[in-house]
Nanobody, 121 residues
Framework: QVQLVESGGGLVQAGGSLRLSCAAS????????MGWYRQVPGKQRELVAD???????NYVDSVKGRFTISRDNAKNTVYLQMNSLKPEDTAVYYC???????????????WGQGTQVTVSS
C-alpha cells in the first residue's frame, strides 16, 4: 500500500516563506517522478513543480525563481521551498508520485491528502 503524507502548510503573510514536505511510503515499489500540484475552488488542479529521480526539475512559469523543489531519494521525500509568497499562491497543495511496481514495472499515480497554504496580503 502506497501512502503520501504532506506537511508544512499554513498561513503566512505575503513575501514570506513556507516549506512543504511529502513523505512517501510503500513496499516493493519505487517512486519515480514526484511533484506538487495545487488547486483552488472552482479551478482545475495545476502542476506547480516536479522532479525526476535524477533531479531534473520542471516549474510552472508563475513560480519560477520563487519556489524550489528537491527530493531525498533515500527517504522517499520531496520538498517544496516556497519563497516570496503571493496571495495568488493560496491553494490546497497536493503531493503526487509516479509509483512503479518493482515486480511488474507497471507505473501508477498516487496522491497525498493535500495541505492548505494561505497567503495573506
Amino acid at each position: 500500500q502506497v501512502q503520501l503524507v504532506e506537511s508544512g502548510g499554513g498561513l503566512v503573510q505575503a513575501g514570506g516563506s513556507l516549506r512543504l514536505s511529502c513523505a512517501a511510503s510503500g513496499s516493493t515499489v519505487r517512486f519515480n517522478t514526484m511533484g506538487w500540484y495545487r488547486q483552488v475552488p472552482g479551478k482545475q488542479r495545476e502542476l506547480v513543480a516536479d522532479i525526476t529521480r535524477g533531479g531534473w526539475t520542471n516549474y510552472v512559469d508563475s513560480v519560477k525563481g520563487r519556489f524550489t523543489i528537491s527530493r531525498d531519494n533515500a527517504k522517499n521525500t520531496v520538498y517544496l521551498q516556497m519563497n516570496s509568497l503571493k496571495p495568488e499562491d493560496t491553494a490546497v497543495y497536493y503531493c503526487n508520485a509516479q509509483v512503479q511496481s518493482i515486480a511488474t514495472y507497471l507505473e501508477f499515480g498516487s496522491w497525498g491528502q493535500g495541505t492548505q497554504v494561505t497567503v495573506s496580503s
